[in-house]
């Protein structure tokens, strides 16, 4: 590799790290953001000295790039003023964890992450293979069967991340409406967390019964009370998946 174009991964490992001191007044709701070279928990006890306070460490994350340049707490600190996060004390930030999450992961990818999506993980290997089965059995049902709309049964174990897989197969193919059938709020609240925290869905929303507006440009309708499949099938497009999640079975 040429050194000249590309930087070089360096031997130190820098660390972003994160950790609040729940017991001291001066100090409530605030969360101290440093970095390190070295251990932050060794970091942490030289700044606290021998005043034995209590502490917890709620973050230590690689502040290293792509492509092998580094980052620091200061560009952490400058994102989070910039989104008017309160900064009373030097690095100690009124913030969530999330909102540091969410801080490392728009310096990293060098983007403003306007959403605050604090997630980039790729499909693992069983995932991109059912997206990938499904994919093709969708295409080929449609070629011999062009008035009728393909089902497929994802029979995956829990914690397969079904919820995730099915939002990257409707992007794969070019779905415009996924309509979730469900009588547990739980499965809605992880519908949610996966399309608003993932960056690559930003620009989908969601829409429930909570929603105002019905025009946006992936949709996600709950509790729809109806006689057959056909009904259910008849108020969407051609362009529409329907992922039905039950107890019984898996979507």
């Known amino acids: 590799m040429d050194k000249k174009y590309f930087s070089q991964r360096p031997e130190l490992k820098p660390i972003i790290y994160v950790y609040e001191i729940p017991d001291a007044e001066n100090r409530k709701g605030l969360l101290k953001i440093g970095y390190t070279t070295r251990n932050a928990k060794g970091r942490i006890k030289e700044q606290l000295g021998t005043a034995g306070l209590n502490y917890n460490i709620l973050l230590e994350q690689e502040a290293i790039r792509s ?56 499909m693992r290997p069983e ?25 497929f049964l994802w029979n995956a174990k829990m ?57 946006q440009r992936l949709s996600i309708a709950k509790n729809v009370k109806t006689k057959s499949n056909k009904e259910i099938e008849s108020r969407i497009n051609n362009k529409s998946v329907i992922l039905a999640s039950e107890h019984k079975h898996s979507h």
Request: aromatic residues 12%; glycine residues 4%.
């Open 127 to 151: 995932q991109e293979n059912a997206v990938k089965k499904t994919e093709q059995y969708f295409k080929n049902f449609k070629k011999e069967n062009k008035n009728e709309n393909p089902r």
């Open 67 to 122: 492509d092998g340049s580094t980052f620091d707490d200061h560009e952490i600190h400058r994102y989070l003023r910039k989104k008017d996060f309160a900064n009373p004390d030097g690095e100690w930030f009124a913030c969530r964890v999330q909102d540091v999450k969410a801080a490392i992961l728009a310096i990293k990818n060098r983007t403003e992450n306007i959403q605050d999506r604090i997630f980039d993980f790729k």
């Open 159 to 215: 914690r397969f991340g079904k919820t995730f897989a099915s939002y990257k197969l409707a992007k794969k193919m070019g779905f415009k409406k996924i309509l979730v059938l469900t009588f547990k709020p739980a499965v809605e609240n992880a519908w949610e967390e996966d399309l608003m925290l993932h960056k690559d869905f930003e620009g989908i929303e969601i829409l429930n019964d909570k929603s105002a507006d019905t025009s």
